[in-house]
C-alpha cells in the first residue's frame, strides 16, 4: 500500500534543502548516571579523574577549534573558544572539587548534580540570552561527562546522509559534523539566535524546529524532505515532489558554478537586480569576490567586536579595521552600520538594566546615550573614509527629530576632523535602516533627510507584529514575510523612488529564495543577502519574471 505525501510545518532556523533519513539522535540527558559514596581514600583518585576528563575536553575543543576554523565557521570558532574559557571557571573547578571532598561521592553524580543546578539558575532568568548560556553549560557539562562516563552518543555514530533529530541541539553537536555526512537538522525546540542554529547557518546546515518528538518516533528511519525555505517536512513524497525538490537539492551554494555568475543578474524580462552582502566578520570577504557581489550592503559592525576581530571600542583600533575592510574590499561600495548594541546584542556591554530591551536604549538611541562610543566609532568611520567607498547606516531611527541629531552629531565630529587636518572623503552618504513602523508611517518625512534606505526585515516584523524575534513560538507563527510587513515595504520603496534614492532589503528574507519573486513585485531592486545564499540567489532572480500586476 502507498502512503499519502504528509507535509509538517515547522519554524526556519537555518536555510536550503536536504533530503535524507531521519535519524532520531539519543540526547546526553537520556543517560543514566550511576550515584554511589567512595572513602576518604579513594576521594584524591575521583579527583583526578576529573581532572583528566577536563583536560580531555579541552585537547577535544582545541582540535575542533582547528577544523572549524579550517572550514572557514567563525561562528563556530567564536562559541568553542567561549567553551574553552568556562573550562576555566571556579564553579566548574572548585565547585565540583569541593564537592567530591564534602560529600564523598562519585565524580560524574557530584558533578551531574552542580550543573543541574547551574543550568536550572540560568533558566529560571527568564531571559533568551541566558538560556543560551545555559545550554552551553550543558553542552560543556555532556562533553566531560563523556569523558567521565562511557554511555555516549556521538556524531560518528550517526549514519551518513541523515536528516539529524534531537529534542534541542546543543552548539557541539552542529559544531562537531561535517556537512557531508549530515544533511540538516530538526529539533522541537530551538530558536533562530540560538548558538546551534547559528553555527548549521554558517556550516550551510538546513534546520527547522518546532517538530514534536512524538511525530518523529513515528517516522525515524523514513527518507524524508527538509524545505528549510518554505519551513516544512515532508514525509513520503510524491514522484513529483522528490523530483522537484533533488533539484533544488542539487543548488546548495556550494555546488553552483560560480564562473556563470553575472556581478548584476537580469530577471526574466531584463531588470537588472542588484545584489549585495551582508557582513559580520573580514573572513567572508573572500566569499565576496568569488560571488561577484556589487557591493556590501550591510556591515554589522557589532560582530567584528563579538567575533574578536575588534578588541576593544577604541577609536584607533577602529580605524584600523575599518581601513582594512575597505581596503580589501577594493572598490566595491561598504556600508557601515552603526554599532546595533541593546537589546539581545547586550553581550558587549550593557550597563543599563531594562524592564523591556527591545522597546529600550537600543541602537541608535544607545549611541546617542553614550556618545564617547559614537563619537570613536564615528570618528573611526570619518578617518577610513578616505580608503573606499565608505557609507554610513543608521540603526533603529525612529523619527526626523532622532534622525537630525545623528546627522549633526557626525557633522560636528567631520568639522572636528577637518579642523585637525584629518583627510575625510568628501561625499559620506548617510542612510537609515527601516526597522521601526513608525519610521514607514513618517517615510515621506525621513526620507528628505537620507541619501538611501535599507528595510531591516527582522526587526520591521518583530515591531509590526509585536512578535519577539528570538521566540521560535512567534516567529514561527506569523511566517519570514507578514503580509502587513509587504504592505509596508512597499510604502517606503515608493517613497525612496519619488525621492530618487536607493533602498535595499537586507533583513534575512532577501537571502530566502521563496520570497524573491515577492520582493520584487513589491518593488524591490537592491537585496542585500547572507554571503553563502549569494550564488542561489542570483540564479533564482534570472529564472524570475516581474509581475506587472498591482498588489
Ligand atoms: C534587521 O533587523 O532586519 C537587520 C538586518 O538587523 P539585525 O538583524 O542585525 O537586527
Ligand atoms: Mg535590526
Redesign the pocket.
Known sequence: MTQDEIRYRGAVLSEGVAIGSLYLLKSHEDWVIPEFSITAAKIDQEIERYRSARTRSKKELETLRGVLKDEGSLEAVTIIDSHIQMLEDPFLIDGVEGKIRDLQKNTESVFKNVIDEYVGYFHNLEDHAMQERAIDVKDLSSRIMKHLHRQQASSNTIPLQSIVYSYELIPSQTAEVSPNHVKAFLTEIGGRTSHAALIARSKGLPYLSNISLEWVKEHEGASIILDGNEGLVIVYPTVETLTYYKALEQKRPYFIPKDSLPITPETQDGTPITVYANLESLYDLHLLREYKVSGIGLVRTEFLYLKKELVAFDENEQFLLYRKLLQLAGNMEVTFRLF?LGSDKKLFCSPILEPNPALGCRSLRFLMRYQDLFRSQVRALLRASQFGELKILL??VTDVQELLEAKAFIAKEREALLEKGVKVADVIPIGC?V?VPAFVIMCDQLVKHCDFLSI?T??LTQYTLAADRSNPETCYRYGPLHESVQRMIKLVVEEANKNGIPVSVCGEVASNLAFTQTLLELGVRIFSASPRFIPLLKEKIQTLTLYTGSF
Do not use: C, I
Open positions: 546595533d540603526p533603529l535602516m526597522e531591516g527582522n526587526d
